[in-house]
Antibody, heavy 122, light 106 residues
C-alpha cells in the first residue's frame, strides 16, 4: 500500500521560501508512470494544483505560480520536494502531496498524503 | 481557461435519500473528469474517474455520468459516511478542480 507523508515548517515568514518534502513508502518514486504532485487548499476553500514532477524529472507547474515554484526528486530517499518562493499570506494553506496515476484513459490522483498546514505570517 | 462550476454549493439531505451533484465546465472537457470525496481533516479520495468509472473499493451507490460540459455524480442512497464535500476535477492544460459541493445532514 502506497503511503505519502508531508513534512516541513508550519510557519513561514512573508517573502521567504516555503519548503516541503513528501516521503513515499510502499513503492518507488522511479517505478511506474506517475506524476508526483503538490496540491494546496486554503482554509475553507477548494483545491489548487501546484505542479508535478515525473519519475524522469520532467516538471509541470500551474502558470499562476510560475516562476515561484520548484518541484524536485530525491530518489535516494524516495522523496520529492516543493519550494515556493516569495510567499505571502495568500500562500497560507493546507498542502497535500499526491500521486497522479494513469488510470483508464488519463491521469488521476489516486493516493494522497494527509496534508500539512503552512501559515505565512511574520 | 476552463472553469468548473459545481452546484449546488450545499445539499441538505437525509440518510437514505438520493444525492445528485452537478459539475459544469465552461468548455468541453471530453471524458476526462473525476470526482473526489473529502471529509473534514482528511485528504480527498478518488471516487470516479473517466466520468463514470468507480475507483477501487468505491461502492456501487456512487455513479458518475455526463459528457461535453455537463457532468453528474449520483449517490443512490446516502449512507452516514457519505456526508462530505465532493469535488469534480478535469484536466485541460493542467488539473483543475471545481469549487465543491457539501453534502450535509438535513
Amino acid at each position: 500500500q502506497v503511503q505519502l507523508q508531508e513534512s516541513g515548517p508550519g510557519l513561514v515568514k512573508p517573502s521567504q521560501t516555503l519548503s516541503l518534502t513528501c516521503t513515499v513508502s510502499g513503492g518507488s518514486l522511479t517505478s511506474g508512470s506517475y506524476h508526483w504532485t503538490w496540491i494546496r487548499q486554503p482554509a475553507g476553500r477548494g483545491l489548487e494544483w501546484i505542479g508535478h514532477i515525473s519519475n524522469s524529472g520532467t516538471t509541470n507547474y500551474n502558470s499562476s505560480l510560475q516562476g515561484r515554484v520548484t518541484i524536485s526528486l530525491d530518489t535516494s530517499k524516495n522523496q520529492f520536494s516543493l519550494k515556493l518562493s516569495s510567499v505571502t499570506a495568500a500562500d497560507t494553506a493546507l498542502y497535500f502531496c499526491a500521486r497522479d496515476s494513469y488510470i483508464g484513459s488519463y491521469y488521476w490522483f489516486d493516493y494522497w498524503g494527509q496534508g500539512t498546514l503552512v501559515t505565512v505570517s511574520s | 481557461e476552463i472553469v468548473l462550476t459545481q452546484s449546488p454549493a450545499t445539499l441538505s439531505l437525509s440518510p437514505g435519500e438520493r444525492a445528485t451533484l452537478s459539475c459544469r465546465a465552461s468548455q468541453r472537457v471530453s471524458s476526462f473528469l473525476a470526482w473526489y470525496q473529502q471529509k473534514p481533516g482528511q485528504a480527498p479520495r478518488l471516487l470516479i474517474y473517466d466520468t463514470s468509472n468507480r475507483a477501487t473499493g468505491i461502492p456501487p451507490r456512487f455513479s458518475g455520468s455526463g459528457s461535453g460540459t455537463d457532468f453528474t455524480l449520483t449517490i443512490s442512497s446516502l449512507e452516514p459516511e457519505d456526508f462530505a464535500v465532493y469535488y469534480c476535477q478535469q484536466r485541460s492544460n493542467w488539473p483543475l478542480f471545481g469549487g465543491g459541493t457539501k453534502v450535509e445532514i438535513k
